[in-house]
């Protein structure tokens, strides 16, 4: 029986949960930068003027960088993911290394999901011409911006002294509430997201294209929510985590979890932030790969340079038959005429030059949005 209790004991603290945490930082590092990088990019495919989304999302990425190192940092130098039992065997001082670990991510956290709300509303402001749904887009600004500070504030004065957040042996430091300021951290992100993916649904269902065009529209700005997910599964794990374990219990493993979807959770909303502007990309790979069939684009056949009634003819009727030779770009339209006094017929070949114009949905906007939003969602369905 001494020998199974040893062996148990020795296969507990022989556990770490170290690995996940590396490999969510690492993906989420590696994600963001090409994320980031094809947006910048999929703005110079589409001549887009630099504007202050362009300045806000380096700050987003660096501050999701700054949760992803300082996770891989717990790991390798506080013994996050191991048995806290593991850690004081080893080396006391770590646990204060964890918990100073913690509250840089309190402070990076709220940031890192600001940043890429912020952009997101930005876009919208561009594009709602309504005035009531532009103060509600204006009013949720304040709101995210508020909310970063507010929680920011909370995390710097949570505990006094503020070395008391990582080192419990100080005479006299105290904190308050903790377990329900992490349990509430997520509401305010929860509430946001439903206002962002809201916003723009009546300004996108009223226009006058397809209902696929529609659809595909609001898939777009379905996209710039998708943190939303992230954020209600961080709210949960850090319900269920603190209820069941408690804010100090075996903290270097129990706190897996939580670090791992605060690492995600930003993530997510830089990723769904940066993708709104992927459409020129889309538009590119669809050419290279010859599937521009599948990219949605209006085209306007014309002739330049002559009116639209190329010559006046005694004509009672008239039937046209066209075919398009995709081969070498012209238009072919054969007319069919008759003259007055039912005469014989005759055929009448017209070749012009195809003229592609490809209209996005800024185009189809009777006015309601304008060529910004156009660049900003990538030419978008």
Known sequence: ???????????????????????????????????????????????????????????????????????????????????????VTQDLAKIAEHFKGIMVLELLHPAAVAFPKLLVVLLYLHILTNKYE????????????????????????????????????????KCFNTQVFANSSSVPNIITDLAVLVLPLRTVWELKISVGRRIG??????????????????????????????????????????????????????????????KPLFRMFAKVLHLQAFITHTKSTFQPGKSSTAKKSTTTTHDEYAMQDLNN????????????????????????PRVDVETNCGAKLEGKINDEFAKDIGHAV
């Open 134 to 173: 532009r103060i509600a887009a204006k009013a949720l600004l304040a709101l995210i911006f508020a909310t970063w500070i507010s929680f920011t504030v909370a995390a710097v004065f949570q505990c006094a002294p503020f070395a008391f957040n990582w080192d419990k042996t100080i005479t006299g430091g």
């Open 217 to 278: 529209l609001l898939l777009i700005f379905l996209t710039g929510s998708v943190g939303i997910i992230a954020s209600i599964i961080r709210t949960v794990v850090f319900a269920k985590t603190l209820a069941e374990t408690g804010p100090l219990v075996d903290i270097t493993w129990n706190h897996v979890a939580l670090v791992n979807w605060t690492i995600i959770e930003p993530g997510m909303y830089l990723l769904s932030a940066c993708a709104l502007s992927f």
């Open 329 to 352: 770009g012209r238009f072919y339209r054969l007319s069919e005429i008759s003259t007055k006094d039912g005469g014989s017929k005759k055929m009448e070949v017209l070749v012009t």
């Open 1 to 87: 029986m001494p020998d199974a209790e040893a062996s148990a004991l020795s296969a507990f603290l022989a556990e770490d949960r170290g690995p996940s945490v590396l490999a969510s930082a690492s993906v989420m590092i590696l994600l963001t930068t090409i994320f980031v990088g094809l947006r910048y990019y999929a703005r110079y495919l589409s001549s887009t003027s630099f504007g202050i989304q362009d300045v806000i999302i380096p700050f987003a990425w660096l501050a999701e960088i700054g949760v992803c190192i300082t996770s891989i940092m717990m790991v390798e130098m506080a013994g996050t993911g191991r048995h806290m039992a593991y850690v």
